[in-house]
């Protein structure tokens, strides 16, 4: 028999079209026995057969093959695409690195199989129950039709897309015998759940096989789980504005009411396999109003987006008659953004976010006063502090 190392979780996914929060949901039928064939669309694939250790049979390119509970099958190639199609519609597909034991749908856990390893992507079949063993993973409650479970990296993680207007699948989690939901996972962004071109394809070739698009999927989702990459034009509005010292008047702070128009450019980068955002942001400078550039990392909320900078500065610049210089006093300037998607759309084939709203604070404190002995650097001690709104609206090619 063959054993795998780990702890071993199942993600059973129901579909289930919810009608609304008040209505029975529609029955899962029991499957009662889907068969599946194994096609390979790129790499290749070996084939034990069940109780076989020593009967390996290789499956090329375009080459099919009937499999039977037990059978376990080995994806071989970087670009390894191995279909798992079932006769109730389903499909499980396995990517580089896995291998999957074919498990017997219409048995006692239901599962379609074991995963161990590499990455597969799942396609839930309409009022059909789906469930899926997987080494290692993650627990996970999610909707969708489609699901991705990745094990390219421990801990295995799994990804869903959820439904158009609520319709979907539920998934859970199931430890040995034991069926618990586990109500703590998110559903996917698009930059999550497509984050490579192995998985872009996938999406691809169920779209070409008649299944629904993956950007349908999304159509009607919250636009804090769309793509944020691409130029955006930035109205900033002052909201609030405050200052003590000598000097406030000839300082450039945006006074209440008070419009600057900037832009940002919003970058991801999800090739390896978790998705790395930043921003090219600009700000005002105090001293003349010209515009600063800077490039910061985004931190991912539920749903928004924050960044920002904080920087230490001199308060004066003593120069003596030597021509020698020494920084004098120090300060403390602090910038924060926080943004929330607002709108987002399918645009070329993928859920981009087209607005976000949100604020900017920021200030300027004294950490370090000037000491006596520096006449005129006195001037310098100011402190400031200022919040505006922000709106973004996506720039078009």
Known sequence: MRTHAGVVTAV????????????????????????????????????????????????????ERELSPGDVVTTTGDDAMVDVAWSDGAVTRLGPG??????????????????????????????????????????????????????REEPCRVRATGGVGGDGSLTSVRRGAVVSVVDSARLATWGELLPDEWSRRSAELDADGGMTPVADLFAEADPSRGILDGVFDVRRTGVESECTGATCDQLFVLRPGQTRDLTFVFHLDCASGTCEASVDT????????????????????????????????????????????????????????????????????????????????????????????????????VEWSGASDLVLTKRGD
């Open 98 to 151: 896995t291998t999957f034991t074919v498990g017997d749908p219409g048995g006692p856990f239901a599962s379609r199989g074991h995963q161990e390893g590499g990455v597969s992507w799942n396609r839930a079949p309409e009022n059909l129950g789906y469930a899926i063993d997987v080494a290692g993973a993650g627990r996970a409650r999610d909707r969708g039709e489609v699901f991705v479970v990745d094990c």
């Open 12 to 63: 059973l996914v129901l579909a289930a079209a919810i009608i609304s929060a008040c209505a029975p949901s529609p029955t899962i039928e029991e499957d009662v026995g889907s068969s599946g064939v194994l096609r390979v669309r790129d790499g290749s694939a070996t084939v034990t057969a069940a109780g076989q250790q020593d009967d390996s049979v290789d499956v090329a390119e375009a080459e």
């Open 282 to 381: 600009q700000t005002i400078s105090t001293a003349d109003g010209s515009l600063l550039d800077a490039t910061t990392g985004l931190v991912a909320g539920a749903d928004d987006y924050t960044w920002g900078t904080d920087d230490a500065r001199p308060l004066c610049l003593w120069t003596y008659a030597d021509g020698t210089t020494e920084e004098v006093g120090s300060a403390r300037n602090t910038v924060r953004w926080t943004v929330t998607p607002t709108a987002a759309e399918v645009e070329d084939g993928r859920f981009v976010v087209t607005e976000l709203r949100g604020r900017t604070e920021s200030s300027f404190r004294v950490t370090e006063e000037i000491p006596p002995g520096y006449p005129g650097c006195e001037a310098f001690e």
